[in-house]
Nanobody
Framework: QVQLVESGGGLVQAGGSLRLSCAAS????????MGWYRQAPGKQREWVAG???????NYADSVKGRFTISRDNVKNTISLQMNSLKPEDTAVYYC?????????WGQGTQVTVSS
């Protein structure tokens, strides 16, 4: 059983920064892709950033240059450093992990960016 627990969301003004963290427990390894998704009110969930052990991270165009994903394979955690936040970044952010053709999700953490 894999569990993902996010933390670090909150309210921030436009231009500010937040750091999200996700702690994974269970049988998860560095080769398993992990990443962040977000879902804004009334919109579909969208991919934000992803990282697989030994490979360069990838980012959605909307966050490239502002967000940085990092992974600690020893602690089984991933983080998302979000800088230069915009009101359109407001969403519930979810951590995800792909293991044996199954996608596991965290419970989500709210990020609200005020203008």
């Amino acid at each position: 059983q894999v569990q993902l627990v996010e933390s670090g969301g909150g309210l921030v003004q436009a231009g500010g920064s937040l750091r999200l963290s996700c702690a994974a427990s269970g049988r998860i390894f560095s080769i398993n892709p992990m990443g962040w998704y977000r879902q804004a009110p009334g919109k579909q969930r969208e991919w934000v950033a992803g990282v697989t052990g030994g490979r360069n991270p990838n980012y959605a165009d909307s966050v490239k240059g502002r967000f940085t994903i990092s992974r600690d394979n020893v602690k089984n955690t991933i983080s998302l450093q979000m800088n230069s936040l915009k009101p359109e970044d407001t969403a519930v952010y979810y951590c995800a992990a792909d293991i044996r053709n199954m996608r596991y999700w965290g419970q989500g953490t709210q990020v609200t960016v005020s203008s």
